[in-house]
């Protein structure tokens, strides 16, 4: 089964200045993605950013970049410059990708990001 | 570019009643995901379709039934509604079963309030 943590229920950060994101996660499946999603307060879902397991180099867009530590098994969210805009929930996520399953989606609870001017 | 519709987008049913959430999926995924996000809550998987067959079933209610029709839309259908049913029901759609990050796409969601 797989779980995904994440620690700060709450985050908050000053703008134009960076904010890291935790996650970790457990998992015995030997291929997986990470995902990372932000939902603001109207409720869609947005895709940020995706880490493969095997995927050496750290995932980078724009100012989102994923700080992947394989053997702790965290993939932290790194944004950089904080904007006002950035003020959301954020959530990180994971899908097995060995095969075998329907590749589901499993989420933590999430860390609401505060952006204050 | 396409994305994935969800209607209604907002949806007020009483306690008993029925409601049937829709979700048009990307074109040509063929495979969609139903999920459930209650208040302040993280997104649980309810149930999954691949090609119009049920794929993965999560933790969803007897009362709940949902199905993928030729056109690849899939409905969830909720009976005997209840309070706890209120919730934000988020349908994402893929192309396969993987098709990389950019390929798993979330419609917006149908908000449902059960009073």
């Known amino acids: 089964a797989q779980k995904i943590t994440?620690?700060?229920?709450?985050?908050?950060?000053?703008?134009?200045?960076?904010?890291?994101?935790?996650?970790?996660?457990?998992?015995?499946?030997?291929?997986?993605?990470?995902?990372?999603?932000?939902?603001?307060?109207?409720?869609?879902?947005?895709?940020?950013?995706?880490?493969?397991?095997?995927?050496?180099?750290?995932a980078t867009e724009g100012r989102y970049s994923l700080n992947f530590q394989k053997a702790r098994k965290s993939a932290n969210l790194v944004i950089s410059a904080s904007q006002l805009g950035d003020s959301a929930m954020y959530f990180c996520a994971m899908?097995?990708?060995?095969?075998?399953?329907?590749?589901?989606?499993?989420?933590?609870?999430?860390?609401?990001?505060?952006?204050?001017p | 570019a396409a994305g994935v519709i969800q209607s209604p987008r907002h949806l007020i049913k009483e306690k008993r009643e029925t409601a049937t959430l829709k979700c048009y999926p990307i074109p040509r995924h063929d495979t969609v995901y139903w999920y459930q996000q209650g208040p302040g809550q993280d997104p649980q998987f309810l149930i999954s379709f691949y090609e119009k067959m049920q794929s993965d079933k999560g933790s969803i209610p007897d009362r709940f039934s949902a199905q993928q029709f030729s056109d690849y839309h899939s409905e969830l259908n909720m009976s005997s509604l209840e309070l706890g049913d209120s919730a934000l029901y988020f349908c994402a759609s893929s192309l396969g079963r993987w098709t990389g990050p950019y390929g798993y796409t979330f419609g917006s969601g149908t908000r449902l309030t059960v009073v």
Not at chain 1, 9 to 18: L, N, T
Not at chain 1, 29 to 36: E, I, V
Not at chain 1, 95 to 116: A, E, H, I, P, Q
């Open chain 1, 95 to 116: 899908r097995d990708l060995s095969g075998g399953s329907n590749y589901k989606l499993t989420f933590g609870k999430g860390t609401l990001l505060t952006v204050n």
């Open chain 1, 6 to 58: 994440q620690t700060q229920p709450g985050m908050f950060v000053q703008e134009k200045e960076a904010v890291t994101l935790d996650c970790t996660y457990d998992t015995s499946d030997q291929s997986y993605g990470l995902f990372w999603y932000k939902q603001p307060s109207s409720g869609e879902m947005i895709f940020l950013i995706y880490q493969g397991s095997y995927d050496e180099q750290n």
